[in-house]
């Protein structure tokens, strides 16, 4: 009888999110012309960071935008309430570094309390993670990403300029002790600087329940670092078999692009996102607002829609909506960068937040 009702409790509970999907769906307007559905909107809210990462701060430095050229809270919350309305409900807050722009508490709050928004995350360097973790907990983000290429604190001032891996691994064990969950390690892999290190990341699914993502290095925008520092996730998942077998974990309605495993006995899992080597764009469900109002419906292409302008225009949200769907309707059926070549984008991975 118990399993009975457990199994009708599950079947149950799985029809109404199902139904509730289905009826999202249904009703979005964000659907492509090769039908995808473009529930997931990633905004960065600031051109700045407070780290120098070798492989996203570009060559030649571009002059930081002016408060005034960044999207107010009040024009992004408003963007997303319109995104809303169309069909999205996914959120991302990135930047630059978030955690650096002043008032993101109060941001972070209103945003929690836009309804039709199940989920809402958070990526971060982890620098200023402990000092605002009780204020991200209190305006109700569960989910975070922290960006961590090395657990090295020498490596990591070679990468990042800044010799604060202390702090950072301070956040990120406090943010576990605290109940965030999943705690998302992301790690851009970059052969000859940190393919030493793989095995020390996925180590760390034995103690704690973190997700380790290794992600492919896209190289783009003028960045300082050179194509030939890419290496492949099938070249990674190799290396990692010395610890064991890497047992696929099956996906989960909201997951994103990453390719899932764990070990076996781990507590947490082993991700992989190949946007070279495997691309996923016949599944993205992405949409980019950067932090000058710019929405760009592919990472990797320059095409944008000028969401800053339309909005200091007094444009009204139905002629604000046309805007997104004419970037909708833009999202290409897939990116140029391959294995063997970098498309020259000048779109820089620190402005528009990965
Ligand atoms: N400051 C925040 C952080 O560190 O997570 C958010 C912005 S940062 C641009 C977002 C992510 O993009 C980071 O995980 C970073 O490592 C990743 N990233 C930057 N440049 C990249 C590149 N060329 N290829 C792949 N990932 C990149």
Known sequence: MQSYCAALHITHSFF???????SKLLNSKLIDKHNRHLNYLRISITDRCNLQCSYCIPRNLIPKLRHREILSYEEILRLIRIGVSLGISKVRITGGEPLVRKGVHGFLEELTKINGLSDISLTTNGVFLKDNLEMIKAAGIKRINVSLDTLNRQRFKEITGHDVFNQVWGGIELAHKMGF??????VVVLKGINDDEFIDFARLTFSYPFHIRFIEYMPMGNS??????????????NRLSALGKLIPVARGINDGPAERFKFEDAK???GFICPISQHFCNTCNRLRLTASGQLRP???????EDLKVALRKGYSD????????????????????????????SGQMHAIGG
């Not at 300082?224 to 998942?237: N, S, T, V």
């Not at 592919?298 to 944008?304: E, G, R, V």
């Open 16 to 22: 109404e999110y199902s139904m509730e999907n289905l």
């Open 181 to 186: 969950d999943p705690i998302k390690l992301n």
């Open 224 to 237: 300082r670092m050179m194509a030939d520092r890419q290496m492949f996730a099938p070249e990674i998942k």
């Open 268 to 270: 947490g899992e082993i």
């Open 298 to 304: 592919c990472l990797l292409s320059d095409y944008q």
């Open 318 to 345: 139905n002629k604000l909506a046309e805007i997104i769907l004419k970037a909708v309707r833009h999202k290409p059926s897939q990116h140029n960068l391959s294995m063997n070549s970098s498309a020259g984008l």
